[in-house]
């Protein structure tokens, strides 16, 4: 008599594109690429201190001196350096510690940008997770601007009007966006919709950087020149930053809400990398290789460069697109893709990679 036999059910078979970038992961580690690299930030954060520094003994020198809105700008370039410290720690890039990264985060975010730790991290979690992902990443979501056609089309009037002009209005609008950026942080943290971690620590951090600082500047170098000051620093670190985070998703591909895409596919196709040498390297503190951030976002900076070409030959090996242009081209292809989507152009997959995002759902 024949007796039967059990077999335990097989596992489902693990996506290839699941499997391909476990193999690439397996490569980066083993280069030594995602090891912290807590001696370099050490010295990062020296230098920043050091920057700072510079700029009080020049703010204190210069006196009632409307050469102080130079002073200004160097105080907005020192924020936004900061700020991008605060996106490593968020990211966990700096210590073993996740605590320590959070601490790192949280005091640096809130009192040299004048931005909400707790806001930040809701808003970018969801960013990093779906980026251009339509109803789901925050980035895109219908404000002055619109980035997606339909929520163009609802729009009557003089926002119709300017949704047809965003494009021209990209620029100056970057001036408001450290105010949008506090003006949210500060809903965030006194809001009782949301729970805020640290709430009182954020809040304190808050008030020294955005009530204390500017009442102490316009103590001392008067109402005119004060008040000309706070306004030159908010437009520069504005400029600064919007002009740094801009580039690396606004012009790319939108997702349908619907649309289901491989991890790979999803960070890659949604972002675009900037050139341009150790300029811009240090000037958009590792955010041009936007791609490699998204791959891998616990990635110390400092190594971004480095995967750049495991990742582009990864890519063109699965023939995925690599978007990688150069500063100022990729500012004329945001002003294009707003004006176009303001225009009503109901397609905002009209670019090389739609084949490859349509069969990947």
Same mark, same amino acid.
């Given at each position: 008599?024949?007796?039967?036999?059990? /077999?335990?059910?097989?596992?489902?078979?693990?996506?290839?594109?699941?499997?391909?970038?476990?193999?690439?992961?397996?490569?980066?580690?083993?280069?030594?690429?995602? %090891?912290?690299?807590?001696?370099?930030?050490?010295?990062?954060?020296?230098?920043?201190?050091?920057? =700072?520094?510079?700029? *009080?003994?020049?703010?204190?020198?210069?006196?009632? /001196?409307?050469?102080?809105?130079?002073?200004?700008? $160097?105080?907005?370039?020192?924020?936004?350096?900061?700020? =991008?410290?605060?996106?490593?720690?968020?990211?966990?890039?700096?210590?073993?510690?996740?605590?320590?990264?959070?601490?790192?985060?949280?005091?640096?975010?809130?009192? =040299?940008?004048?931005?909400?730790?707790?806001?930040?991290?809701? %808003?970018?979690?969801?960013?990093?997770?779906?980026?251009?992902?339509?109803?789901?990443?925050?980035?895109?979501?219908?404000?002055?601007?619109?980035?997606?056609?339909?929520?163009?089309?609802?729009?009557?009037?003089?926002?119709?009007?300017?949704?047809?002009?965003?494009?021209?209005?990209?620029? !100056?609008?970057?001036?408001?966006?450290?105010?949008?950026?506090?003006? @949210?942080?500060?809903?965030?943290?006194? *809001?009782?919709?949301?729970?805020?971690?640290?709430?009182?620590?954020?809040?304190?951090?808050?008030?020294?950087? $955005?009530?204390?600082?500017?009442? *102490?500047?316009?103590?001392?170098?008067?109402?005119?020149?004060?008040?000309?000051?706070?306004?030159?620093?908010?437009?520069?670190? @504005?400029?600064?930053? *919007? @002009?740094?985070?801009? !580039?690396?998703?606004? @012009?790319?591909?939108?997702?349908?809400?619907?649309?289901?895409?491989? =991890?790979?596919?999803?960070?890659?196709?949604?972002?675009?990398?900037?050139?341009?040498?150790?300029?811009?390297?240090?000037?958009?503190?590792?955010?041009?290789?936007?791609?490699?951030?998204? $791959?891998?976002?616990?990635?110390?900076?400092?190594?971004? %460069?480095?995967?750049?070409?495991?990742?582009?030959?990864?890519?063109?090996?699965?023939?995925?697109?690599?978007?990688?242009?150069?500063?100022?081209?990729?500012?004329?292809?945001?002003?294009?893709?707003?004006?176009?989507?303001?225009?009503?152009?109901?397609?905002?997959?009209?670019? !090389?990679?739609?084949?490859?995002?349509? /069969?990947?759902?």
């Amino acid at each position: 008599m024949a007796t039967a036999t059990l /077999s335990r059910p097989a596992r489902p078979a693990r996506d290839k594109h699941v499997t391909d970038f476990i193999a690439l992961t397996e490569r980066v580690r083993a280069a030594g690429l995602m %090891k912290r690299e807590i001696r370099w930030y050490v010295r990062r954060m020296i230098r920043l201190g050091l920057g =700072f520094a510079v700029v *009080g003994v020049l703010f204190t020198t210069l006196g009632q /001196s409307w050469w102080q809105m130079v002073t200004a700008v $160097l105080f907005a370039i020192m924020c936004t350096l900061t700020g =991008f410290l605060s996106h490593d720690a968020a990211h966990r890039q700096i210590f073993a510690s996740a605590k320590k990264n959070s601490w790192t985060a949280l005091i640096t975010g809130n009192l =040299f940008v004048g931005l909400s730790h707790g806001w930040w991290m809701n %808003k970018h979690g969801k960013h990093h997770a779906n980026p251009n992902k339509v109803g789901v990443d925050a980035d895109i979501a219908a404000g002055a601007l619109v980035f997606d056609p339909e929520s163009a089309s609802r729009r009557t009037g003089f926002a119709k009007w300017f949704a047809a002009r965003q494009g021209w209005f990209f620029f !100056p609008l970057l001036t408001l966006a450290a105010l949008d950026l506090h003006v @949210g942080s500060t809903r965030r943290v006194l *809001g009782s919709k949301h729970v805020v971690p640290h709430r009182w620590v954020e809040i304190t951090l808050l008030v020294v950087r $955005l009530v204390l600082l500017p009442a *102490g500047v316009l103590l001392f170098l008067g109402p005119w020149i004060g008040l000309a000051f706070i306004v030159v620093q908010e437009v520069a670190l @504005g400029l600064y930053m *919007g @002009g740094s985070f801009a !580039p690396n998703h606004k @012009g790319m591909p939108l997702v349908a809400k619907d649309v289901k895409i491989d =991890f790979m596919r999803r960070q890659t196709l949604m972002s675009r990398n900037i050139s341009g040498g150790w300029l811009v390297d240090a000037g958009m503190g590792g955010l041009n290789y936007q791609i490699e951030h998204h $791959l891998f976002p616990t990635m110390s900076s400092r190594n971004l %460069k480095r995967v750049q070409p495991m990742v582009r030959a990864y890519c063109a090996e699965r023939r995925i697109a690599y978007t990688e242009t150069r500063l100022w081209q990729s500012y004329m292809i945001v002003m294009r893709y707003l004006n176009r989507v303001g225009l009503g152009h109901r397609d905002p997959f009209e670019c !090389p990679v739609t084949a490859q995002l349509r /069969s990947a759902r």
